[in-house]
């Protein structure tokens, strides 16, 4: 009896560990997710909040305490109100849909030869472009309005996308398994009240767009011929042809950075 007394006692005790290792996994991933957002000045907000109601509790301020503790009541209905571009960024990950599904190497390389020549081409002669490069995340809900094309990535049809006197050339071109699936497509302008003023339309919605889905943004300013890359609505500007390839192949494709470190 003793034994199974034991067993029982080591078994929940491995229970509790596995509990507390999922609740740090959680706690982890939650941080990497909001990291550089918004999100840590709010949960600092909160943080002051809840500070404050226990406060006004050991002090005896009663009427701050009755406010706060109905506020707090509502906690959850907050946090989902507070949080919900990052609870929806969270969620969507669960799909996933990989750019370069069912390629290969050569034809991941060329992908982003193609792009990478297509972007700098744009720059040199101040063509304004957008690019959106789905990963995980689905982008069917951004591709509603635009043109479908569904053509091979090449530099040469990107560019004349972008040429001013093209019809669609306003609006972002979205590749899709390695392909270039829609241009002219309208997406959703940032409304963090932080972005430099200096930044344009195509970058707001770059930006827009990258804190609600994983997709990586190219964009071409018209008038500086700058290259720059937005992920998790953070943008990485003053790219060259060497530093636009070297950000892409790491943001994409795990496989050919591993073929380089084999050769």
């Not at 209905?77 to 960024?89: A, E, G, K, M, S």
């Not at 889905?213 to 003053?238: M, Q």
């Amino acid at each position: 009896m003793g034994g199974l007394f034991e067993e029982l006692k080591n078994f929940r005790w491995m229970l509790d560990l596995l509990d507390i290792g999922l609740v740090a996994f959680v706690i982890y991933r939650i941080m990497l997710l909001i990291k550089g957002t918004r999100a840590v000045q709010m949960l600092l907000g909160l943080a002051v909040i809840l500070g404050v109601y226990v406060s006004s509790q050991v002090s005896g301020l009663y009427t701050l305490h009755w406010i706060l503790d109905n506020f707090l009541s509502s906690i959850i209905l907050v946090i989902v109100v507070l949080f919900q571009n990052d609870i929806r960024r969270a969620l969507i990950h669960v799909g996933r849909n990989p750019f370069f599904a069912d390629l290969s190497y050569k034809e991941e390389t060329e992908i982003m030869d193609e792009l990478v020549k297509a972007c700098v081409n744009m720059a040199s002669k101040r063509i304004g472009a957008l690019i959106v490069i789905e990963r995980e995340t689905g982008l069917k809900d951004f591709l509603e309005v635009g043109i479908e094309i569904d053509a091979k990535v090449s530099s040469d049809l990107i560019t004349s996308i972008f040429l001013p006197y093209s019809p669609i050339h306003d609006g972002a071109l979205v590749l899709q398994q390695g392909r270039l699936k829609r241009a002219g497509c309208f997406l959703p302008l940032s409304q963090n009240p932080d972005i430099s003023k200096t930044l344009g339309t195509r970058h707001r919605a770059a930006i827009g767009l990258t804190e609600l889905v994983d997709a990586v943004a190219i964009v071409v300013s018209e008038e500086t011929g700058k290259i720059s890359v937005v992920v998790g609505g953070r943008i990485t500007r003053d790219l060259d042809s060497t530093s636009l390839k070297r950000v892409l192949t790491r943001l994409f494709e795990p496989r050919a950075g591993k073929a380089r470190k084999k050769r």
